[in-house]
């Protein structure tokens, strides 16, 4: 009873050590912050912010550790400054980047501090005109646009027929299976950090291909996916079935959304 009491006192001051210790290394580890793909317009010239978690408590000298560059001499196509200085106490700065030539260039950022931990890596993008970057963009919304608005009449036609007849079963299970795995690609990508510097190690001179209107077509797919299989269990009516076993469907749904978490 006494060996019971006794673990019983000393827990919370374990917990106490433990909750000190973790908050000590947070405190003590500062990261920098900066973007990771910057696109310029070629002959212009821009700034370019840098951050840190928290306050240095002293000045962090910054370079440029050039990875990759499209042509022979990576200054001509950008020219960056030798080093940046991050000031003591300062938690930002900026630095200036001049465009030349069409092209791209790589750079980690490394610095001398020890307090400082950094993984930047930015990713130059020198283009003829932002112009076509924008198109580019709108062109990627109009596709969401397009093919989100292709997945309500089937939704409709159901709600108004009150029934199912006529959908596939190999189609509902099938494309909620390919939906479900684009989805993972595209969140892994988009917003999980391990993910997006396990991209960026295999792909060191890469660019990362997903953008926010794959997210949000993925997941706007995968939800009407599940609305027609509600629409097919609710509602009266059969939904159809190939030669195909069943088990050989559920067998591809099962493993198509490891497969793309396995993907490189």
Sequence with gaps: MFSVSSAQRRLPAQLLLLLWTLTHFSESSVYLLGPDVFTLQKNSGANISLTSSSPVNQTAVIHFNISFS???DYTSVITLPEQVLLPEKETSVIFNVTAHDVGQVTSYLL???TELK?????HFLVVHSNILSIISQVIGWIYFVAWSVSFYPQAWENFRRKSVVGLNFDFLALNLTGFIAYCVFNIGLFWVPYIKEEFLKSNPNGINPVSANDVFFSLHAVVFCVVYI??????????RRSRAQPTSCWWLAGR????????P
Excluded at 233 to 239: D, E
Excluded at 256 to 263: I, R, Y
Aim: net charge positive.
């Design 118 to 122: 950094s993984s930047v890596r930015i």
């Design 70 to 72: 499209s042509k022979p």
């Design 111 to 113: 610095t001398n501090n």
């Design 256 to 263: 198509l959304p490891w497969s793309a978490c396995l993907l």
């Design 230 to 239: 509600s629409q097919a269990l609710c509602m009266r009516g059969g939904v």
